[in-house]
């Protein structure tokens, strides 16, 4: 009777026996996945880790950045760096010789006009040239014997009438000459020409050419179109919920694509002060170092980067970042030990970003003390 009892005690106890073993396998196996997701926000590295992949330590700083406006624009010319060269006077285009893009300076001969309305017009102006000093004569004769009472009143009026006519048209021919380039007091009958010349008004280049020899020019047409690249500009586009952000004086940082050239720096000159039809704003920037506009074709887009208010902001250097898995973090040192250091992995937003800093703003709270691996965290991610 007692085995019998015996052997059921042992029957009822063994499955509660297993059961209790299996219950403690279960919490051991959990505990050590526990412990396995704690350690996988931190990392050891060995002091020759260290030297041989030359990483560095840093800190967080509190730094001023700039909030910044993502733009897109455009390389323009002022408009007095654009000269569209006509003509005063119809002519047949002689003595063009020049091609897009050549270099010209200010008074040179660009090309010649030829038609026969200029001969016309120094003739006009020698002839009466040569009846004024009869007419003056005349005129001060008749004033003297108007004075004397010898002659008539009408005398003396009509006198005075041709003088005057004559020393009015007198004028009106030489402005005319000068517009032609034609120097009235060098005149003479020998030097009357068929040809004028037509000169550049500016120091530049020749941008486009409308005319072609032997070709009739009007006084309306545009023979060419000349551009001066001193002083070349930015046109950045801001949109109207923007506009309200900016002010004269903001820096503007200018990238160009495809150029490997450092960054260009431009200050705000002019800002529209109306919207366009597309609810845009357009943005005059000049650069600060004008040498670096041999780096600038008019007509060129770019990207730049409008800084507008400072705010304080913690920052790290870019190469202290590492993105993994859409997420970003930093590695700070918690420990350090005999062998090197334990890093821990903080998730940081990236709130801001200038002249090779991010500004961040870390998942825990991190004061200036912390070390942060600012060189190397990749390889270790």
Known sequence: MNLHLRKISFILLFPLAISCQK???????????????????????????????????????????????SLQG????????????SAIYGGYVSGLTLIEGEAI???????????????????SYLETQSQMQYLKAEYDRQQTLYSEQISAQKNFLKAEADFRTAEAKLAGLEQQLLLL?????????????????????????????????????????????LLNRDHLHVELIVYEKDARKLKIGQKVTVSI???????????VYVISQSINSERQVMVHAHLVDESMEKYLVPGMYLEAKLDLEDRPSKVVPESAVVEVDGLNYILIQSEKTESGYLLEKVEVQ????????????PAIDLDESVVVLIKGAFGLM
Not at 74 to 85: A, F, H, L, N, Y
Not at 259 to 267: F, N, P, S, V
Request: proline share 5%; hydrophobic share 35%.
């Open 257 to 267: 694509p495809d150029l490997k050239e450092d960054q260009i720096l431009a200050e």
């Open 350 to 361: 990236i709130v801001g970003s200038q002249e090779g800093y991010l500004a961040i703003k």
């Open 181 to 225: 380039k034609i120097d009235p007091k060098a005149l003479e009958p020998g030097k009357i020409r068929s040809k004028i010349p037509v000169y550049s008004p500016i120091n530049g280049f020749v941008e486009s050419i409308h005319a072609v020899p032997g070709s009739y020019l009007n006084a309306t047409d545009k023979a060419l179109t």
């Open 23 to 69: 219950k403690d396998d279960s919490s051991e196996g959990i505990e050590v996945e526990a412990a396995e997701v704690a350690a996988s926000s931190q990392i050891q590295l060995s002091q020759s880790q260290f030297n041989a992949l030359k990483m560095e330590w840093g800190s967080i700083e509190a730094r001023n950045l700039s909030e910044q406006l």
């Open 105 to 123: 300076r200010r008074g040179q001969v660009l090309f010649y006009l030829e038609n026969p309305e200029f001969v016309n017009l120094q003739q």
């Open 74 to 85: 455009m390389v323009r010319v002022p408009t007095e760096g654009r000269q569209d060269v």
